[in-house]
């Protein structure tokens, strides 16, 4: 249980939850908590281009994970998952990013 405001949306036979996140401190757009040890740390953005992450937003990007780590007390890996209407720019911080789902896809 991450937070008493969450909605869970269960699918594909239960193997992964959904969590909508409403929490102001962790304000993750979207966590999917897989039976493989893993969290998917879900941002969604909107766009006119590719999505460029600049240092700034990596460290916020950082700071949440740690603070949704130490809130939670988990011990799954967290991924940086982004869902954006163009991708996100390659640059020296889009590498932090372990999953990049497009409008297209």
Do not use: P
Request: glycine share 4%.
């Amino acid at each position: 249980s991450y937070s008493s405001n969450q909605t869970e949306v269960r699918y594909n036979g239960g193997s992964e939850r959904c969590l909508c996140m409403e929490r102001r401190r962790l304000s993750n757009h979207l966590l999917i908590d897989r039976r493989d040890q893993t969290i998917n740390l879900c941002e969604i953005k909107f766009s006119q281009g590719e999505f460029e992450i600049t240092k700034q937003y990596d460290e916020h990007l950082r700071n949440r994970a740690e603070s949704f780590r130490f809130a939670t007390k988990t011990r799954k890996a967290l991924h940086q998952t982004f869902v954006t209407t163009y991708g996100v720019k390659w640059n020296m911080y889009s590498g932090n990013v372990q999953s990049k789902v497009r409008l297209d896809d």
